[in-house]
């Protein structure tokens, strides 16, 4: 079957840095998203990787090892406004996309 | 974990047809259950949100004549998009929502692609 694992939940403190793993097993791979979702709110896009490596955009980095099924997210120089659950998808071989269960992220002062 | 499941995976039509899109949640009951839209590479878009029993509530900008929804049973919402134009092709996403020890969670689909001839 597919399936992708991330942890339930993470507790970080603001100003420090965060990862947050994702690992995947899916029939083919076209692509692994990265959201982010605030309690009550449609998920905003934070990144998309195709390729193997590391991909910096501000605060937030993903990364991606296709050949260990493996990617994360890492967020640096937390705000208490990054408290939200971030999302993993995988597109599939047929384009489908397959869903981590979200990992809430809490930032405490 | 709950499983939502969304049929067609990926359907082609023709411009001026109505194609119906299901979203079922397989192993729990969704009193909601959201529909979005997502563009290549963009967050998703929330069109609507789905209440079983009760009309959807739209987002502003959404149509609610061309984008028909029904959530019938608390398992099952249908988006209906009534005669598709090609600006219409896209990837949609159902989500529903579902609560459980004290968690208020949503679980996604895994799209539907839409493309409009």
């Known amino acids: 079957g597919q399936n992708i694992d991330q942890p339930t939940e993470m507790t970080a403190t603001e100003g420090a840095i965060v990862q947050i793993n994702c690992t995947y097993q899916?029939?083919?791979?076209?692509?692994l998203f990265w959201y982010q979702q605030h309690a009550g709110e449609a998920p905003t896009f934070l990144s998309y990787?195709?390729l193997d490596g590391l991909e910096e955009k501000g605060r937030f980095s993903s990364f991606l090892s296709r050949s260990k099924g493996y990617s994360y997210l890492l967020l640096k120089e937390l705000q208490m406004k990054d408290s939200a659950s971030y999302l993993c998808?995988?597109?599939?071989?047929?384009?489908?996309?397959?869903w981590g269960a979200g990992t809430k992220l809490i930032i405490k002062p | 974990g709950a499983v939502v499941s969304q049929h067609p995976s990926r359907v082609i039509c023709k411009s001026g047809t109505s194609v119906k899109i299901e979203c079922r949640s397989l192993?729990?009951?969704?009193?909601?259950m959201f529909w979005y839209r997502q563009f290549p590479k963009k967050s998703l878009m929330l069109m609507a949100t789905?209440?079983?029993?009760?009309?959807?509530?739209?987002e502003q900008g959404v149509e609610k004549d061309k984008f028909l929804i029904n959530h019938a049973s608390l398992t099952l919402s249908t988006l209906t998009v009534t005669s598709a134009h090609p600006e219409d092709s896209s990837f949609y996403i159902c989500?529903?929502?579902?609560?459980?020890?004290?968690?208020?969670?949503?679980?996604f689909g895994p799209g539907t692609r839409l493309t409009v001839l």
């Open positions: 989500s529903a929502r579902a609560y459980g020890g004290g968690a208020d969670t949503q679980y």
């Open positions: 990787n195709v």
């Open positions: 899916t029939s083919g791979f076209n692509g």
């Open positions: 998808a995988v597109l599939d071989s047929n384009y489908q996309l397959i």
């Open positions: 789905s209440n079983e029993g009760s009309k959807a509530t739209y």
């Open positions: 192993d729990f009951q969704a009193t909601t």
